[in-house]
């Protein structure tokens, strides 16, 4: 299997898994557990530190994952779209406008609302 490909299952895997709720339960199991154990041996400065450090690295990986997933996912989307637009009676002058400039796309909304 090639990297790129593992790489897509892998994170289509935990951003799946992100949004179910046994993770979230199982989160905050682990939280409880370690603020358990961390009053338990006194909570030495470093275990602050590791918790930081974890906590950070953790997010940072989630936040790329998940940025992975809905930039693949709405690129799919966009496909779709096109396609429609294409089968459709409407003007294929509307495919490919995701990549207009925003004042350009306010440009085109305001003439479809004035009908022009």
């Known amino acids: 299997m090639k990297s790129g490909r593992i790489f897509l299952v892998l994170s289509e895997t935990v951003a799946w898994l992100a949004g179910h709720s046994f993770v979230l339960a199982t989160a905050l199991g682990v939280v409880i557990a370690w603020i358990s154990l961390g009053f338990a041996w006194g909570l030495p400065k470093q275990w602050f530190l590791l918790s930081n450090m974890l906590g950070t690295v953790v997010t940072l990986l989630l936040l790329l994952i998940m940025q992975h997933s809905q930039n693949r996912d709405m690129a799919a989307l966009q496909v779709k779209v096109d396609e ?14 995701e990549r207009l400039e925003l004042e350009e796309l306010s440009r085109l909304a305001d003439e479809r609302h004035r009908g022009a």
Not at 84 to 97: E, K, P, V
């Open 84 to 97: 429609l637009i294409r089968a459709s009676d409407a003007g294929d002058h509307m495919i490919g406008i």
